[in-house]
C-alpha cells in the first residue's frame, strides 16, 4: 500500500517500512565509518527498537562485531495497517545484522513481566551463554508491577506548585504560554516505578542468579538533565525523581557485581526529538532553539552520533570511564556548554510564533518528527506501494 504520514495530535498513526529501514542502514553507516570499537561481543539491549536503545544495539553490533539480543515492545503490522516503527527499525537492524553474519534475535513483549525476563534468560542461556553488556533504554508511560500487579502510570508534572512557561506546537509553529497543575496524590511515587531503577534492577539480579552475566561485564541505563529552563517540569518534577533513582540504582547494581568485577553506569544524554519527549510541554520549543545552536556550532548530534561517542570514548576507551561528581558519565556535555546554555537562555524570551523559524529550529524538529516514523528520509520512493507486512526475522 501507499504510507502517508497520518497525524493525531502529538503522535503519528503510521510509519513506513522502508523508511524505517533507510534509518537503520543510515545509522549503520554512520558507526561503519567511525571504525571499530573495542567492545562487549555479546550484548542484551532492552528498549532496543528506537531511539537511545536502538543506537545502542547498532553500535555494539556494526561497532564491534556484537551478537546482540533486542527487547522491546512494537506492534506488527496487519493487513492495510502499518506496524510502529520500532517493528520496522528492528526488521531492519535483523536483516542487515544477519547479511553481515552476525547473530542478532529479538524478543517482543513486556519487559516490566516476569515472562519476557524468563524468556530472554532462556535465550542468552541457549545461544550465547553469557553477556557482558546489558544495554537498559526504556521509555514507557506505564508498568504493571510484577510482584503487585499493581498498574503504574507516570506523569509529566511540577512538584510543589504550578508551572507555567512558553512552549510550541511543532505542527503549527504556534509559540503559547501554558502552565501545568503540580502533581498530586501518588504522582511522584507511580512515576518512580515506571521510570526509576527498579526494573533495571530486577532485569541483572535475575540475570546474575543465573550466572548470565560475563566476568566484568558492564551495565548502562540512560538518563536526562538538562537546563534551569525545563527544571521544574523535567529534573525538578516528577519524572526528574524517577531520574534521581535510575541514578542511585546504578550505585547499588554495581555493588551487586563487585563479585564478578562488574560495572554499573548512567549516562546522561542529550535533549533529543522522539516520541517521549514531543509529549512532554515546554521541551519542544527548548530542542528547537538548542538544534539551531548546536548546529550553527557544529557540534549537534542525534542517538547514534551520542550512543557511538558514549561507547568509543566512556565505556570502552582505555584511559578509563570519566563521570561527574555524582558518578554520572556524561554525554550531554556539548549541550550544557556554557556558550550554548547562555545562547539558549537569550533566545528563549524572544521566541513567538513569528520569529521561532528563523531563531529555532522549528524545521529540524519536525523532519526529525517525521523520521521517527520512517518519514521524509533520501532515497526513499514514497510515492510506490510499500510492503507494510513486513516481519522481523528472529523473533523469539
Ligand atoms: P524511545 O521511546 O525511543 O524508546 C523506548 C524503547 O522502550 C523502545 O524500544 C520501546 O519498544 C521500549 N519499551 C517501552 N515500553 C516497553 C515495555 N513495557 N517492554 C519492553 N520494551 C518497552 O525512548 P528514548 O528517548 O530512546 O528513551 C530511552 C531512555 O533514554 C529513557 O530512559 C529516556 O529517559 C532516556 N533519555 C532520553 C532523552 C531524549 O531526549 N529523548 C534524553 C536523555 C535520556
Ligand atoms: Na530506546
Known sequence: MIIEPRMRGFICLTSHPDG?????KN???YIKSKGTIAGAKKVLV???STGFGLASRITSAFG???A???VFFEKPAAEGKTASPGWYNSAAFEKEAHKAGLYAKSINGDAFSKEVKQQTLELIKKDLGQVDLVVYSLASPVRQHPETGVLHRSTLKPIGGVYSNKTVDFHSGKVSEISIQPCEGDDIENTVAVMGGEDWSMWIEALKAENLLAEGAMTVAYSYIGPSLTEAVYRKGTIGRAKDHLEATAFTIADSLKDINGKAFVSVNKALVTQAS??????PLYISLLYKIMKEKGIHEGCIEQIQRLYSERLYNNDGIATDDKGRIRVDDWEMREDVQELVAKLWPEATTEN???IGDLAGYRHDFYNLFGFEFDGVDYKAEANELVNVPSIV
Open 20 to 24: 524505517c529501514e533507510q534509518n537503520v
Open 27 to 29: 545509522q549503520i553507516e
Open 356 to 358: 521561532l523559524s528563523e
Open 64 to 66: 564491534s562485531n556484537a
Open 278 to 283: 514531543s509529549a512532554i510541554p515546554v521541551i
Open 68 to 70: 546482540t539480543i533486542g
Open 46 to 48: 532492552i528498549g532496543a
